[in-house]
């Protein structure tokens, strides 16, 4: 069985914010496409996992008369994404010739109904909302940078209800494409899987995924060429390789911000910490290979 990578690819490497495509989205997922095949070619199997951000808040704006929960723009986001990233692949796969193919699986992943998160919606997703939005939805809404906007939950993931299925494709060698946007969020109430309006981040369902999958490696794939800390200051350092007790110091010391690197590195601890031998690496999309080699972004390690 060929090694297995899962590799998470960030919502803003797939799409300009306007639904559009621009020519740094367009570079960066070149970039991307580049990874899967070089990992490929290296004898690993790949399952890719996306995040959707962009995308849904797209959908959601175009939807002014609110007919569509917020879990079925994020199926929908998924299925979207999911059939442009298959085209792509499949198209560079057969000029290779190679002989994997793709796979998209909509996913869906079981949160906590009783989840903090829910008491306590700080996400926020989709448009700027109209005064007139603001007066007639029944929603939690939150003053941003930006203005008003719709603030939902952001639970912690606890199954990936279709892991058999993606399992199956994993061992059948296809480029598995799975758990966008975090997945479709559900809860389970009697005997039933009910669609919940939340995000769940990416990075801890593609952490939990590489733990399930027993993976070899967890690649999260990002802007920045490496972990930094001191960040714009003379005492800015780029870190090859951090062990979680050196994360955890400077997660506490604030160097890595909630809304960003905070779950990154978390997610990356996560997966080390409960598969051994797991290689937790963080790089920019173009230099897979090389973070495995231990030549280019930050290694994780216990």
């Known amino acids: 069985m060929a090694k297995v990578a899962v590799y998470a690819i960030g919502g803003n490497a797939l799409a300009s914010p306007t639904g559009g495509s621009d020519g740094e989205s367009e570079r960066v997922l070149a970039h991307v496409m580049s990874d899967v095949v070089d990992l490929l070619e290296a004898g690993w199997g790949v399952v890719l996992t996306h995040g ?4 849904v808040g797209h959908l959601m704006a175009l939807d ?11 199926a929908a986001t998924q299925g979207m994404i999911g059939h442009g990233l298959a085209l792509n692949l499949d198209s560079i796969l057969s000029k290779r010739q190679r002989p994997e193919r793709t796979a998209t699986v909509v996913t869906r992943v079981l949160v906590d109904g ?14 700027v909302l109209t005064s007139k939005t603001v007066m007639e939805a029944d929603w939690d809404i939150a003053q941003t940078k930006l203005g008003p906007r719709r603030v939902v939950a952001s639970p912690l993931p606890m199954e990936i209800i279709d892991l058999p299925v993606i399992q199956k494709l994993v061992d059948l060698h296809a480029v598995v494409i799975c758990g966008g946007g975090g997945g479709v969020p559900v809860v389970r109430k009697d005997q039933h899987f009910i669609g919940v309006p939340a995000v769940i981040d990416k990075d801890r369902v593609s952490a939990l995924l590489a733990i399930k999958l027993n993976a070899e490696a967890l690649i999260i794939s990002t802007a920045i060429d490496a972990v ?11 870190h090859r390789t951090l062990n979680l007790d050196e994360c955890e110091q400077h997660l506490e010391a604030g160097e890595f911000p909630a809304g960003s690197m905070a779950p ?15 290689q937790a690496i963080l ?14 972004g930050t290694t994780i390690v216990v």
Do not use: Y
Not at 52 to 55: A, E, F, T
Not at 114 to 127: L, S
């Open 52 to 55: 959707n951000g962009p995308q």
């Open 64 to 74: 002014e008369h609110l007919t569509q929960p917020m879990d079925a723009w994020v």
């Open 114 to 127: 009783q989840d903090p998160g829910f008491q306590n919606p700080t996400k926020p997703v989709g448009p």
């Open 228 to 238: 930094r800390t001191g960040f714009g200051t003379d005492d800015e350092r780029i």
């Open 264 to 278: 990154k590195i978390g997610s990356l601890m996560e997966a080390a910490l409960h598969v051994p031998g797991l």
């Open 283 to 296: 790089c920019q999309p173009g230099e897979a290979l090389d973070a495995l080699r231990g030549t280019a």
